[in-house]
């Protein structure tokens, strides 16, 4: 059996993924492939981490957490998400971003030994990630939230290649958050393990997130009318909506960090670019790109 665990973020989705997964849950079914509810299985899969300390679960112990997750269903794969895999937000940055996520997706792993195991992650510019993750704990300083790690050292790719070394049989598929309304479609049948094109209920619901609610509804009328495109008809048509009725708010998004500066901004862009780069070229690593 396949074990797809999609591992966040914070920060980025929102938990819209997991939405719509559990939305199209009775058609997956038929396909053989389940969406638990995340409120059974999260501090489960925690619990059993903890106790097995990096140790390997027996084939006992194996059989129960899957017939716990399970609830009797049968499948030939199962879609585990939570942006909180890695760590919680508050430990997000320690000295770099989720110092323990190798460790954590390993113990995951140990859960199921006998059992394939897969991950899916998206990552985000640190220069908006950042600000955001500190914008949901109001009550903490910056500094308590981030430490006094340098934001222009802060690599995605050390995440990647610490998932690559505990985790190396483990296939890993990455993608940025900025585009993920060009790549959706693309990001959920992924995830899901379905070809892309299959037809999953709410596969625009992120299109209302980030554009004016005219241009959902011609996209909606293009899609309805003609037959299903095929993936660049379909990146042409939402990049073309999207560049005429995008919401403001979401290019113009405005936030204060102490002692940033625009060339701060610019700098960790830049930064966050190159390290695209590097993901791309890391073995064993499949990115979702436009």
Known sequence: MQIAFHVGVHCTDDGRLLRCLQANAEALAAEGIAVPDPDIYRNLLRDAASTLQGQAASAETEAIMIEQIMDEQQADRIILSWDSFLAYPNWAVR??????????????????????????????????????LCSRKRNRPVSEIIGDVDPLDLYWSEVVNDLRSLVPHAPL??????????????????????????????????????????????????????????????????????????????????????????????EMTARYEADIERIQRTPGVTFLAP
């Open 95 to 132: 000295g770099r971003f989720y110092s323990k996520a190798g460790e954590r997706v390993r113990g995951l792993q140990n859960t199921f030994p006998s059992h394939e195991t897969q991950i899916y992650m998206a990552i985000r510019n640190p220069a908006t990630f950042l600000p955001d």
């Open 173 to 266: 598929t990455v993608w940025c958050d900025e585009d993920t309304p060009m790549i959706w479609p693309e990001v959920l049948a992924a995830v899901a393990g379905v070809e892309d094109g299959t037809a999953l209920t709410g596969w625009d619901d992120i299109l209302h997130h980030v554009m004016e609610d005219e241009g959902v509804r011609r996209l909606q009328t293009i899609m309805s009318e003609t037959p299903v495109p095929d993936l660049a008809r379909r990146r042409d048509m939402i990049g073309n909506l999207l560049s005429e009725f995008v919401r403001p708010e979401v290019v113009e998004a405005e936030f204060e960090m102490p002692g940033w500066t625009q060339a701060h901004v610019d």
